[in-house]
């Protein structure tokens, strides 16, 4: 009796040349590759379009694309879907979540809601598409500070649902605002102790800092800003050597820009690379590759929730 010779599995196979063969890919689904700073820097360096997630929303809106793969987690290829309800939104692994959208439950923040009557919603655009449901408004870290000035004073704002953005806005702003108490693991991992210790040993280093880090991080910092703008500003500083408090991905597009600097990420309060997205390092080019190839993992919404969704990104858009 003889073997069976099994064929190979062609569905999982993986090409020698992942670069070739996903842009051969993005050829014949007319497709887009969107990724967020905080991917690995094979990803980044494939992507037709990197940026921090007002840029990502703005390019997911524009785009002629039929397919768009989107190399980040699922609020931001959500966006993508809501923005975009007849095109295929592809995201490389399902399981790359948020830990701050995460942090909002969508029944428990609506009794927070009607806890707050009469309360205008600015829901920062990391969370689902349940809570951007349900939001007036959506934001961004590069524009909370310029919408929340748009509205009128006398309006009172839930802001939801980083707790460390909503605070900082707060100061920015003068406003008083009332906040859900979310948080991003990786922007609350940094140590105060450990990056004062590290600016000694460095003395002429400037912190720059995302405004998710805890009010102790951004008190040593030189400059606060979203990914954009922390890229941009390592860019311009006369300084040569930055301690960057945010994911480290971003590192990658700094060293490109400006390879004669010297840039060091934060450290952790443990020994441990707390300060890498654990849900964004999820993506790999192999299933990046193969989500095109296969044409999934899809994101899906209900239509009742996509509709509700779109007007506060629409909103975010215009005041933007």
């Not at 809501?82 to 959208?101: F, H, M, Q, R, Y």
């Not at 600016?199 to 280093?205: F, G, K, S, T, V």
């Not at 952790?268 to 993992?297: F, G, I, S, V």
Request: glycine residues 4%.
């Amino acid at each position: 009796m003889f073997a069976t010779v099994q064929p190979p599995n062609t569905i999982n196979s993986i090409p020698n040349d992942l670069f070739a063969a996903i842009r051969e890919l993005k050829k014949d689904l007319n497709a887009i590759i969107l990724a967020h700073y905080y991917q690995d820097s094979d990803i980044q360096d494939i992507a037709d379009y990197i940026g921090d997630s007002l840029g990502l929303s703005q390019k997911a809106a524009s785009t002629n694309a039929d397919v768009i793969v989107f190399a980040g987690v699922h609020f931001m290829a959500e966006t993508a879907k809501i923005l975009n309800p007849d095109k295929l939104v592809l995201l490389p692994d399902l399981e790359a979540g948020c830990s701050l959208a995460d942090s909002c439950p969508p029944q428990e923040f609506k009794a927070f809601k009607e806890a707050h009557p009469g309360h205008l919603v600015i829901s920062y655009i990391n969370c689902t598409a349940e809570i951007k449901a349900m939001s007036d408004i959506i934001c961004t870290s590069s524009n909370a500070v310029k919408i929340v000035n748009q509205i009128p004073q006398d309006q009172p704002i839930i802001f939801a649902p980083d707790r460390n953005l909503g605070r900082y806005v707060a100061e920015q702003t003068g406003r008083d605002l009332v906040l859900w108490q979310g948080s991003c693991i990786v922007h609350e991992t940094f140590s105060e102790k450990k990056i004062v210790q590290l600016q000694m040993q460095y003395p002429e280093a400037e912190i720059i800092a995302h405004p998710e880090c805890e009010p102790a991080v951004l008190s040593h910092a030189k400059y606060i800003g979203s990914t954009t703008a922390l890229l941009k500003y390592s860019q311009q500083s006369q300084s040569s050597t930055f301690i960057i408090a945010t994911e480290p991905g971003i590192i990658h597009q700094m060293e490109k820009a400006a390879p004669d600097k010297k840039f060091i990420p934060a450290p952790a309060m443990n020994n441990c690379a707390c300060n890498e997205c654990p849900y964004m390092r999820l993506n790999t080019l192999e299933k990046l590759y193969l989500a095109m190839k296969n044409k999934k993992p899809e994101i899906t919404l209900a239509e009742d929730i996509r509709i509700a969704a779109l007007k506060p990104i629409q909103r975010m858009l215009e005041m933007s």
